[in-house]
DNA sequence: TAAGTCATGTAAAAAGTTACATGATTCT
DNA sequence: AGAATCATGTAACTTTTTACATGACTTA
């Protein structure tokens, strides 16, 4: 079984899905951690129901296709629970802008600072959304966010993951960024005495 | 031309290397952004080649199977130069921990925070090794961290974005930890009551 | 003597992305 | 009239991982 099954069944456990709707709450809830496209959920599906983890029910609709909602067995529920406390195979992200970062040295400094500058303004916006997300869940789930077996719990500590790692980003970004354009304004000022 | 081709001929800009070289050293200088393994390596140095991006010299060995050693070419220096400025597709890191966490409301609490500590030690361990690394950059080449056409300041910003990231990255784990072992603790408090 | 390093490849399987395919409704 | 949302799938392609394959030298 495969993340993206887990990934799946996670969403599942929560509340009943279309392969629809898994696609979009992937994108939403575990956007930055996780992310697939529609062609790979359905025939995942399909593997999760052919191994008995998931059922589905076709529910008709007049004004829109058909729809197909997905539910989590006990089976499924079991398999998810063990997972969760299975060692983390530790594979490294893949990050083409620290690649860039690696490369900089042959590039432009002025491009490459504009990149830089773009890609701190981008994780500075995706870090307001989590703090706002964060102060909501705070506001609308006090209560529920001490219980570690709710699954608001869990969603904050996911958004809390978010606010740390873009944080910490955008602030590599800007510090690159200024390097850069600190560097390229003496080279200048050097060439023009 | 794919993000892996683009990260060997970065590291060719810098020395020569042979395909097991080129393997250590992504392992070694950009691992937790990004990894591969010799099986890649060698067909994508073979791509490199036919685009004339790379060149190959054999160098006999005796004590040791006789190695290829590959350069960049003007071409690919050229490739690599336009490559850092484009713009970054911003995928998704793929992180399996935080999906974890995001379904650690099903689990059993102490065997979960056993994972995040467990995560915790090793990102400390990483942020160790990168501070070192980085400790010993600023004491080696102080002065070329300031020159942004150095290759030096280049793998200084990689090793920054590296303390920043396992630094964050433990600290969450920390919080999620001690989140559940006081979760744990209360209810184990209710039921003995 | 077993494990680790140096050294280069191929093959198969799994995972992920992009394109193809269709079609109704709703909003701008 | 065009774009977005809802809704489900298949096909082709690329990327990544894991396993197969070999072989000498060095260190514990």
Redesign the interface.
């Known amino acids: 079984m495969s ?1 993206l099954g ?2 799946l ?2 969403l599942l ?1 929560r509340e009943s899905l279309t392969g629809y709707e898994l696609t979009s709450r992937i994108r939403e ?7 697939t496209s529609h062609s790979q959920v359905y025939p995942a599906l399909a593997r999760l129901e052919a191994a008995g983890l998931v059922t589905h029910q076709v529910v008709a609709q007049s004004d829109r296709p058909n729809k197909k909602v997905h539910a989590i067995t006990a089976q499924g ?1 079991a398999a ?2 063990r ?3 299975t ?23 002025v ?2 600072a ?2 830089f500058r773009e ?1 701190a303004w ?1 994780h500075e916006e995706r870090l307001a959304a989590y703090e706002r997300k964060g102060a909501a869940m705070e506001r609308e789930w006090a209560t529920d966010l ?6 608001h ?3 904050y ?2 958004v ?2 978010g606010i ?2 873009e ?3 955008a ?2 970004c800007r ?2 960024a200024a ?2 354009e600190a ?2 304004a003496a080279s200048r000022t050097a060439s023009e005495r």
Chains 1, 2 share one sequence.
Request: proline share 7%; net charge positive.
């Open positions: 993340a887990y990934a069944l996670g456990a809830r575990v956007g930055p951690f996780w992310s529920l998810l629970t997972w969760v406390t060692p983390v195979a530790p594979r490294s992200a893949r990050d083409e802008l620290v690649l860039r970062a690696y490369c900089m040295w042959v590039a432009d400094p491009e490459t504009a990149l890609h981008l001490d219980r570690i077996d709710s699954p719990f869990a969603s500590a996911a809390r993951r740390g790692h944080r910490e980003y602030a590599w510090w690159v390097r850069l560097g390229a």
